[in-house]
Structure formats: structure tokens, C-alpha cells
T-cell receptor, first 111, second 116 residues
Framework: AQRVTQPEKLLSVFKGAPVELKCNYSYSGSPELFWYVQYSRQRLQLLLRHISRESIKGFTADLNKGETSFHLKKPFAQEEDSAMYYCALRLSAGNNRKLIWGLGTSLAVNP | GAVVSQHPSWVICKSGTSVKIECRSLDFQATTMFWYRQFPKQSLMLMATSNEGSKATYEQGVEKDKFLINHASLTLSTLTVTSAHPEDSSFYIC????????????FGPGTRLTVT
């Protein structure tokens, strides 16, 4: 079955420290992976998608098919990065290609 | 950028009444809209997927007669919670996917429903 696992419910780091939010997936098809972010009192928004191989707000994520992972990384965390981060997997076929969501990781960046 | 609105942003209703939540894509046409439910400090739970002009596809465990979804146009989808009960109290979020070929979903701000 398709599944997205974010093992850390809460991650707390100090400002300037590196941060890595883990995401592992289970899917037999060709995966499309996304990271969404939800800042306090704001709507959910797309942060990164693996296809773009881009860096947004200093965050990067590399799809590792061997390890079935799509970890989100930032070398120097900022206080404004504090938010809820969700990893999502889009299925390659069927039912409008819905997203399968992880449970989310709450990132707290302390001053 | 693509904007999705929801109305109302919050609603309080009495047990047994019905509540309608609207989801609109403001500057793009949404062929597909998704309805999610989010409990406090938990992930999003997909309730149903709707395509304009056709019946919604509900996820397992979601009562289609209780959560009526209508997607009558390319810019509007509605979720009606019928005969609401306190356990239906939750945060309901819609998202929309456009026709342009881009694949990300754009999310609405959510609707907080409280059933007393």
C-alpha cells in the first residue's frame, strides 16, 4: 500500500543549526514527491517538488529511490522556518492522482 | 498566483442542522477539487475528490450521504455537512487543481466547523 512516513512529530533546533526533516515513502509506481508547509495561521502551501530540483527559502530535497526517501534539508535554520511541514506522494495513476500525506513534522527554530 | 477561497472561514451550528462550505478558485479553472479534514495537530485526511460536472469520489470510511459534495462549475465546489453532530467539528480544507497542466494543488484557508 502507498504510504508516507514522517518519523518525527516535532523537531526543535537552534537558529543557524542545520535541519533535516525526514520523509520515507512506500510506493511501487513512479513517485512524485512534494513538501508542503503550513505556517502558523496560514494556509497550506507548496514548498518543493522533487521534479523541479529547486531550492526554496534555502530548503532542498533530493529523491532517493534506493532508500525511498525525500528528506528536506536546510543548512542554517531561521526562526521564520518554524512551521508544520508535510511530505506528500502523488500517485502516478488512478483517482485523479491524489496526494498521500505524511502526518507532518512540526519544526521549531529557537533563537 | 493561483488563489483558492473558502467561505465561511468559521461556522458554529447546532446539532442536527446542515452546513454548507464553499470553495472557489478565484483566478483559475479547477477541474479537480479535493476536500480534506484536519484534526488538531494531525495531518490532512482526504475526504473526497470531485471533478466538475461529475459525482465525487469518496475515500473509504467517508459517508457520502453525510458529506454532500457538489462541483457544479470550474470555479466552485461545495461541501454540505448534513445533520451535523459534535463529532463533525473539525477543520475542513479544500484544494484545487487547475487545467493548465501544472500538477500542484492550491489550498484554501480552511473552514472551522463547530457543532454544539
Amino acid at each position: 500500500a502507498q504510504r508516507v512516513t514522517q518519523p518525527e512529530k516535532l523537531l526543535s533546533v537552534f537558529k543557524g543549526a542545520p535541519v533535516e526533516l525526514k520523509c520515507n515513502y512506500s510506493y511501487s509506481g513512479s513517485p512524485e514527491l512534494f513538501w508542503y508547509v503550513q505556517y502558523s495561521r496560514q494556509r497550506l502551501q507548496l514548498l518543493l517538488r522533487h521534479i523541479s530540483r529547486e531550492s526554496i527559502k534555502g530548503f532542498t530535497a533530493d529523491l532517493n529511490k534506493g532508500e525511498t526517501s525525500f528528506h528536506l534539508k536546510k543548512p542554517f535554520a531561521q526562526e521564520e522556518d518554524s512551521a508544520m511541514y508535510y511530505c506528500a506522494l502523488r500517485l502516478s495513476a488512478g483517482n485523479n492522482r491524489k496526494l498521500i500525506w505524511g502526518l507532518g513534522t512540526s519544526l521549531a527554530v529557537n533563537p | 498566483g493561483a488563489v483558492v477561497s473558502q467561505h465561511p472561514s468559521w461556522v458554529i451550528c447546532k446539532s442536527g442542522t446542515s452546513v454548507k462550505i464553499e470553495c472557489r478558485s478565484l483566478d483559475f479553472q479547477a477541474t479537480t477539487m479535493f476536500w480534506y479534514r484536519q484534526f488538531p495537530k494531525q495531518s490532512l485526511m482526504l475526504m473526497a475528490t470531485s471533478n466538475e460536472g461529475s459525482k465525487a469520489t469518496y475515500e473509504q470510511g467517508v459517508e457520502k450521504d453525510k458529506f454532500l459534495i457538489n462541483h457544479a462549475s470550474l470555479t466552485l465546489s461545495t461541501l454540505t455537512v448534513t445533520s451535523a453532530h459534535p463529532e463533525d467539528s473539525s477543520f475542513y480544507i479544500c484544494s484545487a487543481k487547475g487545467t493548465s497542466g501544472r500538477y500542484e494543488q492550491y489550498f484554501g484557508p480552511g473552514t472551522r466547523l463547530t457543532v454544539t
